[in-house]
């Protein structure tokens, strides 16, 4: 399995905007659910964001609701998210992660052991 490669974190001052990408290889992307998750010292990895393979259903954590989105586009097999309005609070490593398995049902998974591939990670640093 190729590992997924993230790309866009870095150092940003409360208030500005980042937009990370995720990049994956295969010609089946478009049947993959995809999702954002972070982890911060001392903390869980948390879904933050997470998209149906077509695009057409998005999941947000509530506290994430009105900063984040999350999109894809299946012709470039990428995923994004776009992060505005940041805070020091989201200063963490953020994970891009794929579902293989198929989902019948319409809803998803929150737990990181739900998706199978991940990215190496990027680091996201919010300066006040």
């Known amino acids: 399995q190729v590992p997924l490669v993230e790309s866009g974190g870095g150092l940003v001052q409360a208030g500005g905007s980042l937009r990370l990408s995720c990049a994956a290889s295969?010609?089946?992307?478009?049947?993959?659910?995809m999702a954002w998750f972070r982890q911060a010292p001392g903390k869980e990895r948390e879904l933050l964001a997470a998209?149906?393979?077509?695009?057409?259903?998005?999941y947000y954590t509530d506290s994430m609701k009105g900063r984040f989105t999350i999109s894809r586009d299946n012709a470039k097999n990428t995923v994004f998210l776009q992060m505005n309005d940041l805070v020091p609070e989201d200063t963490a490593v953020y994970y891009c992660?794929?579902?293989?398995?198929?989902?019948?049902?319409?809803?998803?998974?929150?737990?990181?052991?739900?998706?199978?591939?991940w990215g190496q990670g990027t680091q996201v640093t919010v300066s006040s």
């Open positions: 998209i149906s393979p077509s695009g057409n259903s998005r």
């Open positions: 992660a794929q579902r293989t398995a198929f989902d019948s049902g319409s809803f998803f998974h929150t737990r990181p052991n739900a998706y199978d591939v």
């Open positions: 295969g010609r089946t992307f478009s049947s993959y659910t």
